[in-house]
């Protein structure tokens, strides 16, 4: 089962609950499921501590970040060794960024994507896998040239 961990800051923390709502109901059929891992009263950056330790221990396989512009995260996660993030805001990129470059995390705007939209991009999301091959090149080059970040 492929596990997706969501996390987002307190002002988002109603489109991280709907999210996961959206996932119990509609996302029975796909073998993953979406964990709230946001805390209240901290913001993305915060969550984002607590996100990649779950990543890393394998306790969850891929996340979502929610913020207002999608960036924070991004910008802070792709630091990080062994983590491909994309800020996504179409269904397009969203498999295409997986099946391309084996990213594990997403991050959203939530002033720039809506709700139904982020739900059709974590579908995507989450069926989508690394292709490999050709791409593998690319990614070996990106890891390469990121390999001393931690």
Do not use: P
């Amino acid at each position: 089962m492929l596990k997706i961990g969501i996390i987002t800051d307190k002002n988002n923390l109603k489109i991280a609950k709907s999210l996961v709502s959206w996932s119990k109901k509609n996302l029975k059929k796909a073998q993953f499921s979406i964990v709230n891992k946001s805390n209240t009263a901290s913001s993305i950056l915060a969550n984002a501590d607590h996100a990649i330790q779950l990543v890393q221990t394998k306790k969850i396989d891929r996340l979502i970040c929610v913020d207002d512009w999608g960036i924070a995260a991004f910008m802070y996660i792709a630091k990080f060794e062994n983590f491909v993030v994309a800020e996504i805001n179409d269904e397009h990129s969203a498999h295409m960024t997986t099946e391309h470059n084996n990213s594990n995390v997403l991050s959203f705007g939530s002033k720039l994507t809506t709700l139904d939209q982020m739900q059709n991009i974590i579908t995507y999301f989450a069926n989508a896998t690394y292709e490999g091959a050709r791409h593998k090149v690319r990614i070996d080059m990106m890891n390469e040239l990121v390999g001393g970040c931690k």
